[in-house]
């Protein structure tokens, strides 16, 4: 295995995710966490050094520990990691006016255990920078691989040592043959037999929570979704019947979802499983409430509330587990130090209630969404779960924009139902990233037969996106789209009118609200 220590880059996990990508298990670290006793423990192969956003050339910079350098182990620093490693061992660094952000390309200068095979002496190879510092010196041992027009050491290699550095960023796919780079580092540098699989992921996260846990009572709120299902049946098979989950149902689930989770779970998985129906108590609150913020704080309010009465009934528990993913690490960072602004106050479902003082088990919070997918189906959860698409915690009250009531609720279970049926049966379903229906507070005028009818419209919605950041609206043919929409108004009374949503994110956000 291998330890990476991290400097704070935006893209560190990336680097496990192309180490796990190569079979390589991996811990990621923060620098300032990592005492000397605790790697020794820990026995890396080897020791990759992260970027971050510091400046070497500060003072107070964060620098690796020095028994990094002293324990034998192969060592490579990326951008930052290569800067700090180049001054700790007696290089130099400066700031450099020709900054380099995005793409990048370097000549090869020399062959190297870190490019062999991959990049071959005199080529010129697409890279992906993000620097204003440079290594303007090297250490003693150092040899220069690559060059760029912002680096004269965009690679170097102290091959005596087995260190190693780069300037650009291997780990993001923004670099053609980074992942290859890092398989050299991995498995050739540092001898890594490349044999770690979900599997063992699945069996270390067990060890592991039953470590942490002990005897301890856990209870977790299910969503139905991914990433809660996948995190309930992990702990599950760790802990057993210290598991209880509680499954807070507001009556704002797709057709059939609620019984479909309850069912799974409980009959399946056999897992403890409280299932509450508290769809009276949240349809009761949401009267009235046009606000989409105020909708989804009301919604987020009672579900602690609720979550916390169950939990009480319960009698308590000693830990509170979570499907948190990396980027929902990532996204709540910046959303409570960061400068960034509010579009909606997000909430998971299990969240953490503020004042709930429990101790976290969040087994997922190294993944990425896809990896949790895998580790599912490793877990033999079935499809329907696993492959889902997202759904928003305060479900399909943000689908219906104006006040909701239970009456368009199921107007709109209706349609999304179609909807989704009819993406099935075109075998789209996993060609998307998410697909729904929004129930307009529009009337409009139609014509059924010899009638007038004055019914309500809707808008359908489906997106192609790989992290929800970002998305592009599905290109559905006109054929789908005329075939469903004829469907929708037949069958639904109450719909006379159906619209495609085709804005992409940004501008819109994938919610209508
Ligand atoms: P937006 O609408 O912000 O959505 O473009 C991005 C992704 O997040 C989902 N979403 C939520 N998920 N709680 C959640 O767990 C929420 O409050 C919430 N709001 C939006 C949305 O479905 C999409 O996948």
Known sequence: HVLILDFGSQVTQLIARRLRESGVYCEIWPFNNAPEARIRAFAPKGIILSGGPASVTEGESPRAPDCVFTLGVPVLGICYGQQTMAAQLGGAVEPHEHREFGRAF??????????RGVWAPGAREQVWMSHGDRVTRLPEGFRPVAVSEGAPFAAIADDARHFYGVQFHPEVVHTPHGAALLKNFTHGICGCSGDWTMGAFRAEMIARIRAQVGKGRVVCGLSGGVDSSVAAVLIHEAIGDQLT???????????????????????????????????????????????????????????????????????????????????????????????????????????????????????????????????????????????????PGPGLAIRIPGEVTREKAD???????????????????????????????????????????????????????????????????????????NRIVNEVRGINRVTYDITSKPPGTIEWE
């Open 245 to 391: 989950c509680i499954f807070v149902d507001h009556g704002l689930m797709r057709a059939g979802e609620a019984e479909q989770v309850v069912r799974t779970f409980r009959d399946r998985f056999n897992i403890r499983l409280v299932h509450r129906d508290a769809s009276d108590l949240f349809l009761g609150q949401l009267s009235g409430v046009t606000d989409p913020e105020v909708k989804r704080k009301t919604i987020g309010r009672l579900f602690i509330e609720v979550f916390e009465e169950e939990q009480n009934k319960l009698g308590g528990a000693d830990f509170l587990a979570q499907g948190t993913l990396y980027p929902d690490v990532i996204e709540s960072v910046s959303a409570t130090g960061g400068p960034s602004v509010t579009i909606k106050s997000h909430h998971n479902v299990g969240g953490l209630p503020e004042g709930m003082r429990m101790r976290l088990v969040e087994p997922l919070r190294e993944l990425f969404k896809d990896e949790v997918r895998e580790l599912g189906r490793e877990l033999g959860i079935p499809e329907e779960i696993v492959g889902r698409h997202p759904f």
């Open 411 to 485: 107007l709109l279970r209706k349609v999304d139902t179609i909807f989704l049926e009819e993406i099935r049966n075109a075998g789209l379903y996993d060609a998307i990233w998410q697909a729904f229906a929004v129930l307009l507070p529009v009337r409009t005028v139609g014509v059924m037969g010899d009638g007038r009818t004055y019914d309500q419209a809707c808008a359908l919605r489906a997106v192609t996106s790989t992290d929800g950041m970002t998305a592009d609206v599905y290109p559905f043919d006109m054929g789908f789209l005329t075939r469903t929409a």
């Open 106 to 115: 370097v000549e090869v200068v020399a062959d190297s255990a870190l490019t």
